[in-house]
């Protein structure tokens, strides 16, 4: 079972980052323990520990991924720098392919592995590729992690990212509530891929259950952002009964706002996706995106740092834990704080503290399960 960072609404609007509980208690601890360490600090060689952590390596990290250029995964990358800095290594590599291409994500790995990288955090978008570069590293003492996209019958650590299948289910039901019958389109970057087709099976089951009278139409956008709202735009051009333009990945979502917002559809269809790039927040600002849903690719990152370094720090004893970096509609309704801080956090260009709100809305209330 994954440990959810968060799940609602009103509690990511109004914490934003780590204070959130649940899957980020060990990032609680570990800030804990390092107060006093200057942001950007590093230490050099054996030149002492972080906090009260003892001397450790420069442990070198590599991250693995599938879109190394993508704007989504700028967050990523920033938490993944900041908990370098606040742990006192070097920032990790950040390799892989660019648009999608397996055979380059698993070479980059396979480099990782040869180079006797210190730890590991992949992006498994494909079931087989990375199998046995899992069981290589793991047989070299080198800790692996997922990210982002997870994979039946591998063998990583942990997983961090968000339940995918869970979060399209959820979407579907969001979409059921606007559109009962006719046709939608859903915009997908990577038919297949592990990181968003559990997102497109979601809506499928979600709507066959809630509005079976409605029509997916999937539109396969592409790996690269420079052709999703081309791909977007010819799918409409040959579908304009749509009720509704979706997206199940982040630059495919920013293309549906700019389709809508430029054929004058506000208001006339209903829009959706994922994840937080500046022409979605737009979107969802004018009412051209009904909404769309944040998965904490800051603590993607950060988290994936944190979670090898304890475990390399510990001799293995702070085993990883499996973290849902949750799901948040973001709607116009709360798209207020997204847009204004602009923050490093949601992939802003600002690093500035952010005020806290003068009270904190009640999350729902606590479910055990046994």
């Not at 938490?79 to 392919?97: H, K, R």
């Amino acid at each position: 079972m994954m440990t959810d960072v968060t799940s609602t609404t009103s509690r990511r609007a109004a914490l934003k980052f780590l204070g959130a509980g649940g899957g980020a208690a060990a990032a609680g601890a570990l800030l804990a323990a390092c107060t006093g360490v200057q942001e950007g600090q590093q230490q050099q060689q054996g030149g002492g520990g972080t906090g009260r952590f003892p001397d450790t390596p420069d442990w070198r990290f590599v991250f693995v991924n599938h879109v190394t250029t993508n704007s989504f995964f700028v967050p990523t990358r920033t938490g993944m720098a900041d908990a370098a800095a606040l742990l006192g290594i070097p920032e990790p590599q950040w390799t892989g392919s660019e648009n999608g291409n397996v055979p380059q994500m698993a070479a980059a790995m396979k480099t990782a592995v040869d180079n006797n990288a210190d730890g590991i955090a992949v992006a498994l978008t494909d079931n087989n590729a990375f199998v046995q570069l899992t069981k290589d590293a793991l047989g070299k003492g080198i800790p692996v992690v997922a990210y982002n996209a997870n994979a039946a019958n591998n063998f990583p650590l942990a997983y961090i990212g968000q339940d995918l299948y869970l979060s399209g289910f959820q979407m579907g039901q969001r979409i059921a509530n606007d559109v009962k019958s006719g046709r939608i389109l859903v915009g997908i970057s990577q038919p297949g891929g592990n990181n968003v087709q559990p997102r497109l099976d979601g809506i499928i089951d979600a709507l066959k259950q809630a509005a079976p009278g409605v029509t997916v139409q999937s539109v396969n956008t592409g790996a690269e952002q420079a052709g999703e709202l081309n791909a977007m735009t010819a799918a409409y051009t040959g579908a304009p009964d749509a009720q509704g333009i979706y997206a199940v990945d982040a630059g495919s979502t920013e293309a549906c706002a700019k389709l809508i917002t430029d054929r004058g559809l506000t208001g006339k269809v209903h829009g959706g996706g994922f994840d937080l790039l500046k022409g979605t927040i737009d979107g969802v600002d004018s009412g051209a995106l009904d909404f769309t849903i944040d998965q904490s690719p800051y603590l993607q990152g950060f988290l994936s740092v944190l979670y090898l370094y304890l475990f390399r720090l510990s001799g293995t004893l702070v085993f990883p834990p499996n973290t849902n970096t949750g799901l948040t509609f973001v709607t116009k309704q709360n798209i207020g704080p997204y847009k204004s801080a602009d923050s490093k956090f949601e992939g802003g260009s600002k690093s500035d503290l952010i005020n806290m709100p003068s009270s904190i809305p009640l999350p729902p209330a606590t479910v055990l399960t046994r």
